[in-house]
């Protein structure tokens, strides 16, 4: 089950969200200790993509959080693009049935038992609507700080030392690996394309 929170009550509560607003060229990013570019090794990237959720989920375990808040940078709503693609679709459905509607740019706040399935689905949003904000993860503590790329990959932002310390700690447990760069690709397909990437809004 999925819990809304209103976007101004996301905020209130939990400030170190980053915030944009292209038309006002405002930018907001918290103060983080380190950050990390995690991915990991499957067969194909819908593997890539069901195994990335459920080693995060593991790291989120390992970490003692029993929730994430998923909030996006931007007013846009979370169903502001149509797509007809496939996995798209079903994301988009997901939403829906769990009462997201096509208004609403709050926050969702997800338990661990869900988490697999939602960033699942929230991936292929990301990866494939590029008319959509960026959304971030953050823990009720406001210890980490992250979102999840067009190419599938994590970008985690501890913030502060003793977080840092555990995720050093724990994850080694998982499979998830840190690629030491900043900068992601397209590592399942030959060309720079994205299948399924579109840029229509409703």
């Not at 060229?25 to 918290?30: M, V």
């Not at 700690?169 to 060309?191: M, P």
């Amino acid at each position: 089950m999925l819990f809304k929170i209103k976007r101004k009550d996301c905020f209130d509560k939990f400030p170190k969200f980053p915030k944009s607003n292209n038309y006002r060229e405002e930018f907001f990013f918290p103060k983080c200790y380190k950050g990390y570019t995690l991915t990991l090794d499957a067969l194909s990237l819908k593997g890539h993509i069901k195994l990335l959720s459920e080693e995060l989920t593991s790291l989120v375990g390992l970490f003692g959080y029993d929730t994430l808040i998923f909030l996006g940078d931007a007013k846009n709503p979370w169903l502001w693009q149509d797509n007809d693609y496939k996995p798209v679709k079903e994301a988009l459905h997901y939403l829906k049935v769990n009462k997201i509607s096509r208004t609403f740019n709050g926050g969702i706040k997800v338990g661990k038992a869900e988490l697999p399935t939602f960033l699942k689905h929230l991936t292929w949003l990301v990866r494939c609507n590029s008319a959509l904000p960026d959304f971030y993860f953050m823990d009720e503590g406001q210890n980490i700080v992250g979102n999840i790329c067009k190419y599938a990959n994590i970008h985690l932002f501890t913030v502060n030392e003793l977080t840092d310390k555990i995720f050093s700690k724990n994850i080694k447990s998982t499979r998830l690996e840190s690629t030491g760069a900043d900068n992601c690709y397209n590592k399942y397909y030959k060309s720079g394309a994205i299948p399924g990437r579109q840029t229509i809004i409703r």
